[in-house]
């Protein structure tokens, strides 16, 4: 497949624990954060997103937390499986067209 | 089945030698947006239409042009490539409307640039 990105940070983790990736935005005024999850050779893939005035928000196995004090934003993955292993980027949405994503972290997971 | 198609899937050029990555998606999406991704440096946005006939720059469109006649095509144009725009494209598509975030990618077009 296709590399999408030298040098990233990694996490590595055993298969069935939580993983914990952590995205730091930069705009104030964005009204909507986003991860994505890229396979490798794939294109990215919506994995859930938080509006600008929520600080949690769940889904399937995954829970996304925003602290707009300090501008961060994770991403948790409970019981995480072989198949999540992935480059997750977050992105924040400035305006209602535009998209800006973080550089990606990789997650390994262990078997 | 609902997806975002682009073509090629890779390619080889020459500097200066014009060419088209198409881009077409079938879930009748207003919106569609073209990015590129580079080792270290994710993805940046290029261009961006909100529906036929509208589009804008997003954070790196230079060297780049679009079009958008159709709802479900949105060609991206690199009237004369050069090395810095070897690369990794995807196109993607959603719904407009401010509350929607899900865009659906399609499977990248390698490019590079001799």
């Known amino acids: 497949g296709e590399s999408v990105g030298l040098h990233l940070p990694t996490l590595s983790v055993q298969e069935g624990d939580n993983s914990i990736i952590n995205c730091a935005y930069s705009?104030?005024?964005?009204?909507?954060f986003i991860w994505y999850k890229q396979e490798s050779g794939k294109g990215p893939q919506f994995i859930i997103d938080?509006?600008?005035?929520?600080d949690k928000r769940q889904g399937q196995r995954v829970t996304v937390l925003l602290n707009k004090t300090v501008k961060h934003l994770s991403l948790q993955i409970a019981a995480t499986q072989p198949g999540d292993s992935a480059v997750y980027f977050c992105?924040?949405?400035?305006?209602?067209?535009?998209?800006?994503f973080g550089k990606g972290t990789k997650l390994s997971v262990i078997p | 089945e609902a997806q975002v198609t682009q073509n090629p899937r890779y390619l080889i050029t020459v500097t200066g030698k014009k060419l088209t990555v198409t881009c077409s998606q079938n879930?009748?999406?207003?919106?569609m947006s073209w990015y590129r991704q580079d080792p270290g440096l994710g993805l940046r946005q290029i261009y961006y239409?909100?529906?036929?006939?509208?589009?804008d720059k997003g954070d790196v469109p230079e060297g780049y042009k679009v079009s958008r006649k159709e709802k479900r095509n949105f060609p991206l144009i690199l009237e004369s490539p050069s090395p810095n725009q070897t690369s990794l494209y995807f196109c993607?598509?959603?719904?407009?409307?401010?509350?929607?975030?899900?865009?659906?990618f399609g499977p990248g077009t390698r490019l590079t640039v001799l």
């Open positions: 993607a598509s959603r719904l407009a409307g401010g509350h929607y975030n899900e865009q659906f």
């Open positions: 705009n104030s005024a964005s009204d909507y």
């Open positions: 938080i509006r600008s005035n929520m």
């Open positions: 992105a924040e949405r400035p305006g209602s067209y535009q998209l800006t």
């Open positions: 879930m009748n999406h207003e919106y």
């Open positions: 239409s909100m529906n036929v006939e509208v589009t």
